[in-house]
């Protein structure tokens, strides 16, 4: 069965022109986009998205940052797509991940890595609905 993920191309990705390159890479591994758009996050959504780091001392750096730009928000459909897109994005930190990856290849450390995906199928189903309202998913 198909499961969504979500996807935030991040400041970085939208900055240096690569977001069509990225997305190529999910579409090329069969994966569909059932949503898709450009938004700029507020200290509110960042705050509830990252609440899991909001207390660290780092989390206003990542604030700062995830707010600095427009990000490209999609909702991704496949078959275990949750893992899928993990294993072509790399590790979290781009300095660690494996060659042929997506943060390997355009990314360039712990923060600024290109996209932040969904860690489990929980999350994605969360995070779909902070980002997204039903109507503006589509079904294929």
Known sequence: MAQRTLILLKPDAVMK????????RFEDAGLTICG?????????????HYAHIADKPFYPEVEKFMS???VIAMVIEGEKVVERVR???GVTDSRKAAPGTI????????????AHAS????????????????????NY
């Open 119 to 138: 860690d489990s199928a929980e999350s994605a189903e969360k995070e779909v609905k902070r980002f997204f309202k039903e109507n503006e998913l589509f």
């Open 36 to 48: 898709c758009k450009m938004i700029r996050l507020d200290a509110a959504i960042l705050r509830e």
């Open 68 to 70: 600095s730009y427009p």
């Open 17 to 24: 022109g690569i977001c069509g390159k990225v997305i190529a």
């Open 87 to 89: 294993d072509m994005l």
């Open 103 to 114: 943060r390997a290849e355009y990314g360039k450390d712990q923060m600024v890595n290109v």
